[in-house]
């Protein structure tokens, strides 16, 4: 079962709610600077460091049924809700919530941050401050409650639900509702929220998994996608944080890419990527499927660094800001691609905010693309730490452009005689020679 995972992840978000705690106190700590990760050596030096921690005894301390899973849940929301709130993303086949547990410093409010996720139990049968403060973390600890139940690897319908996604070759059907109700629940929710990563946990090895999981030819060969560099970086930060995953011996550094490893088709991991422009990795966390209940705090020590180091990850790397139009200063909804990399990052929906995630120590040319306005694109060296870009774009002087202005003049006009009615004519400014 899988269901250790899930309580990884409420672990995690006691740890969090502890991390806060210390440090509004003023406490801010970073990995030292001769941490060794891989190609990324020294990297990960901005991001947390080990520090020992003691789960307290109101945190599971062995395995839950669905329903403790659920209590566990909304205590963590009662304990700990100025900065959480608690929410379903739908149901499964037999009708249990697919409760998710948000952490912010402002939960359930759109802001110009970027957005995570964590995923557990996809598979039934395979049981901090700067965080609150400048990413929104959402937790799902179970996606396949029934599977557990069951004691099974699919759900009530004994469908694998890492095999129940579109697929980039083999699209048997694109179309949500053909999906089951776990996979449907999932799609919508990544629509709903504008998430910039994620990882799903897993168990049966021990190695951090990114894509891509299949090839076209259905062979297993290492087969990157676009971002594949960024990948690596990301399960290298992964790997090297956690307590002995990057010593493998099966799997160079503690990573591998899912083609090269065994091709999976229709997985949850691709379809984030290529349709929600989300980075998300596959975390196998043990060896174990189904380790003992004394083992799950050991368990937790050895991931809990890599679990918080991924997540702090969005905010010291890769490139982040807004796109604003020249003549109104306003956000204009767009997308960000970088030369080279067949892949484009929309902004979000309110804000306009960009998250681009890049592997540092390297040269990009990023551009920022709005339609009806001149593109804009700017070389950047991407140092260690994360780089703040904001794009300000011209309209064009094109039929296209013309009309987006006037309708926005419009827009404009028509709020500002909204305006008028409310309180009344402006009164001229008589000035005075007396």
């Given at each position: 079962?899988?269901?250790?995972?899930?309580?990884?992840?409420?672990?995690?978000?006691?740890?969090?709610?502890l991390?806060?705690?210390h440090?509004?106190?003023?406490?801010?700590s970073?990995?030292?600077?001769g941490?060794?990760n891989?190609?990324?050596?020294?990297?990960?030096?901005?991001?947390?460091?080990e520090?020992?921690?003691?789960i307290g005894?109101?945190?599971?301390?062995?395995?839950?049924?669905?329903?403790?899973?659920?209590?566990a849940?909304?205590?963590?929301?009662?304990?700990?809700?100025?900065i959480?709130r608690?929410?379903?993303?739908?149901?499964?086949?037999?009708?249990?919530?697919?409760?998710v547990i948000e952490?912010?410093?402002?939960p359930?409010?759109?802001e110009?941050e970027?957005?995570?996720?964590?995923?557990?139990?996809?598979h039934?049968d395979?049981?901090?401050?700067?965080?609150?403060?400048?990413?929104?973390?959402?937790?799902l600890?179970?996606m396949?409650?029934?599977?557990?139940?069951?004691r099974?690897?699919?759900?009530?319908?004994?469908?694998d639900?890492?095999?129940?996604?579109?697929?980039?070759?083999?699209?048997?059907n694109?179309?949500?509702?053909?999906?089951?109700?776990?996979?449907?629940?999932?799609?919508?929710?990544?629509?709903?929220?504008?998430?910039?990563?994620?990882?799903?946990?897993?168990?049966?090895?021990?190695?951090?998994?990114?894509?891509?999981?299949?090839?076209?030819?259905?062979?297993?060969n290492?087969?990157?996608?676009?971002?594949?560099?960024?990948?690596?970086?990301?399960?290298?930060?992964?790997?090297?944080?956690h307590?002995?995953?990057?010593?493998?011996?099966?799997?160079q550094?503690?990573?591998t890419?899912?083609?090269?490893w065994y091709?999976i088709?229709?997985?949850?991991?691709?379809?984030n990527?290529?349709h929600?422009?989300?980075f998300?990795l596959?975390l196998e966390?043990?060896?174990?499927?189904?380790?003992?209940?004394?083992?799950?705090p050991?368990?937790?020590?050895y991931?809990?660094m890599?679990m918080?180091n991924?997540?702090?990850?969005?905010?010291?790397?890769?490139v982040?800001?807004?796109?604003?139009s020249?003549?109104?200063?306003?956000p204009?909804?767009?997308s960000?691609?970088?030369?080279?990399?067949?892949h484009t990052?929309?902004?979000?929906r309110?804000f306009a905010?960009?998250h681009?995630?890049?592997?540092p120590?390297?040269?990009?040319?990023?551009?920022?693309?709005?339609p009806?306005?001149?593109?804009r694109?700017?070389?950047?060296?991407?140092?260690?730490a994360?780089?703040?870009?904001?794009?300000?774009?011209d309209?064009?002087?094109?039929l296209k452009?013309?009309?987006?202005?006037?309708f926005?003049?419009?827009?404009?006009?028509?709020?500002?005689?909204?305006?008028?009615?409310l309180?009344?004519?402006?009164?001229?400014v008589?000035?005075?020679?007396?």
């Amino acid at each position: 079962m899988e269901l250790p995972f899930s309580l990884l992840l409420l672990f995690l978000s006691f740890s969090t709610c502890l991390h806060l705690s210390h440090a509004r106190g003023g406490q801010r700590s970073s990995l030292p600077s001769g941490f060794e990760n891989g190609g990324y050596a020294g990297s990960t030096r901005h991001l947390f460091k080990e520090s020992r921690s003691h789960i307290g005894n109101d945190v599971a301390r062995g395995y839950m049924t669905n329903s403790d899973l659920e209590k566990a849940v909304k205590a963590f929301g009662r304990r700990c809700s100025n900065i959480s709130r608690i929410y379903s993303i739908g149901k499964s086949v037999n009708g249990i919530p697919l409760w998710v547990i948000e952490i912010s410093d402002k939960p359930g409010e759109q802001e110009a941050e970027p957005a995570f996720k964590y995923i557990g139990n996809v598979h039934g049968d395979e049981p901090a401050a700067s965080i609150v403060e400048n990413v929104h973390l959402h937790i799902l600890p179970s996606m396949n409650p029934d599977g557990f139940s069951l004691r099974r690897r699919g759900n009530a319908n004994n469908v694998d639900l890492n095999r129940d996604f579109p697929d980039q070759f083999f699209p048997l059907n694109d179309d949500v509702d053909m999906r089951q109700p776990e996979t449907r629940a999932i799609m919508n929710w990544l629509r709903d929220i504008h998430f910039t990563a994620s990882a799903s946990l897993h168990g049966g090895a021990l190695v951090a998994n990114y894509p891509w999981d299949g090839t076209e030819d259905k062979r297993t060969n290492y087969f990157g996608c676009p971002d594949d560099e960024t990948f690596r970086f990301m399960a290298s930060i992964y790997s090297h944080s956690h307590y002995n995953m990057s010593s493998s011996k099966e799997f160079q550094g503690g990573i591998t890419n899912g083609a090269s490893w065994y091709p999976i088709y229709g997985g949850m991991q691709d379809w984030n990527y290529i349709h929600g422009g989300c980075f998300e990795l596959t975390l196998e966390i043990s060896d174990n499927k189904w380790p003992s209940a004394n083992e799950l705090p050991t368990l937790w020590e050895y991931n809990k660094m890599s679990m918080l180091n991924l997540v702090a990850s969005l905010l010291k790397t890769g490139v982040h800001g807004r796109i604003f139009s020249s003549d109104t200063g306003r956000p204009v909804l767009g997308s960000i691609t970088v030369k080279g990399i067949n892949h484009t990052v929309k902004a979000g929906r309110t804000f306009a905010d960009y998250h681009r995630l890049l592997a540092p120590g390297g040269r990009y040319e990023v551009m920022a693309t709005v339609p009806g306005y001149k593109s804009r694109s700017t070389g950047i060296w991407l140092e260690e730490a994360a780089m703040t870009l904001d794009f300000v774009l011209d309209p064009e002087v094109t039929l296209k452009g013309f009309l987006c202005f006037l309708f926005r003049r419009r827009i404009k006009n028509n709020n500002l005689s909204k305006h008028r009615q409310l309180v009344g004519p402006k009164r001229p400014v008589v000035v005075s020679n007396a």
